[in-house]
């Protein structure tokens, strides 16, 4: 167990450019979230892939925001066209749930930081 | 909705004393699970300790015990015999209990988070 890893760590890009973060899951965990932390702000949750499936999507995931788990595995959140208030912290966390045996316990990654310049 | 109100955005404490964090939140559910987790300085975040709402017995792993108010809807932690590496952002978080069918998101809701010093 690697636990959860993300990449890249820090992402500098300019007003307008696209972006795409990867989030690589505790390889047995079905469930997977991105979160989103600003300065100041704890974690707010962004939206929530059950193996493949996209279930659920917060209010703050935008049109400009896509997020993929293609077969269960990794997950991608991609931003289009940037803007200055996508600047934040970019959580993933993986977890078991009752489906899978588990309890449904969030194990973080490290996060990747976006800045929008 | 459910929210989660950290009330002091930065505390701090002499090596070896004791601290406690504040936290209430709101929910209108009877069952639900409450957690603390940490944050250090540009490290991923991990789990503290853990309550369900259901037990009246205080959670309680290594020097870290938490004070479950549920009818006042309060969840404060106590940190004892604090040590440097307890310096770090301390984050309040609610989710809901397990249903039957195991079906939902199971997210997170957090607080704002306390910035915990610890003074040598």
């Known amino acids: 167990d690697t636990g959860v890893s993300q990449d890249p760590r820090h992402k500098i890009t300019k007003r307008g450019q696209n972006v795409t973060f990867r989030c690589d899951p505790i390889s047995e965990h079905n469930r997977l979230y991105w979160y989103r932390q600003t300065l100041g702000q704890g974690p707010e949750f962004l939206t929530y892939f059950q193996n493949e499936a996209q279930l659920e999507k917060s209010r703050l995931l935008s049109d400009r925001f896509s997020a993929e788990r293609p077969k269960g595995s990794f997950s991608t959140l991609e931003i289009q066209r940037t803007e200055q208030g996508d600047s934040a912290m970019y959580l993933c966390?993986?977890?078991?749930?009752?489906?899978?045996?588990?309890?449904?316990?969030?194990?973080f990654g490290p996060g990747t930081r976006l800045t929008v310049t | 909705a459910q929210t989660v109100t950290q009330s002091q955005p930065e505390m701090s404490v002499q090596e070896a004393e004791t601290v406690t964090l504040s936290c209430t939140y709101d929910t209108s559910e009877s069952d639900y699970y409450l957690f603390w987790y940490k944050q250090p300085p540009s490290r991923q975040m991990i789990l503290v300790i853990r309550?369900?709402?259901?037990?009246?017995q205080n959670a309680t792993e290594n020097r870290f015990s938490v004070n479950f108010q549920k009818a006042a809807k309060s969840f404060s932690l106590k940190i004892s015999d604090s040590q440097l590496g307890d310096a770090a952002m301390y984050f309040c978080?609610?989710?809901?209990?397990?249903?039957?069918?195991?079906?939902?998101?199971?997210?997170?809701?957090f607080g704002k988070g306390t910035k915990l010093s610890v003074i040598p």
């Open positions: 309550q369900e709402a259901y037990k009246q």
């Open positions: 966390a993986s977890s078991l749930g009752l489906e899978a045996g588990g309890a449904y316990e969030q194990y």
């Open positions: 978080a609610y989710r809901r209990a397990r249903s039957l069918s195991g079906a939902g998101s199971y997210q997170l809701t």
